[in-house]
């Protein structure tokens, strides 16, 4: 029966030979996890630019939504004054 080839290959490299395999195994996998850490940081940083920006939009959207509830005070305001003037301006007509 014979053996594997990279059996024998492994065997063969010795102490030595498996500490640099399992060194450089070690080494990938934490080449991966900083790339996927690096990954996760932009996504965030992505995430953090919508929301301000979402933010900015809802600021601006209150903001207008004020200035459209005075502006509807002050047409109201406006309107009961005009009434009132035609009102009058009816009743003097009607008692002349």
Do not use: C, K
């Not at 900083?34 to 809802?58: F, G, K, T």
């Not at 959207?61 to 509830?69: H, S, V, Y």
Request: net charge negative; no cysteine.
């Amino acid at each position: 029966m014979g053996t594997d080839p990279l059996v024998t290959q492994a065997l063969s490299l010795g102490i030595s030979g498996l500490l640099f395999v399992m060194w450089w195994y070690e080494r990938q996998e934490r080449a991966r996890n900083a790339s996927n850490v690096q990954e996760a940081l932009h996504y965030m940083n992505q995430i953090a630019d919508v929301n301000e920006h979402l933010l900015d939009v809802i600021r601006a959207n209150t903001e207008a939504l004020a200035g459209l509830r005075e502006e509807l005070r002050a047409g109201r305001g406006a309107e009961a004054e005009w009434r009132a003037r035609v009102s009058r301006q009816i009743e003097q007509l009607q008692g002349s």
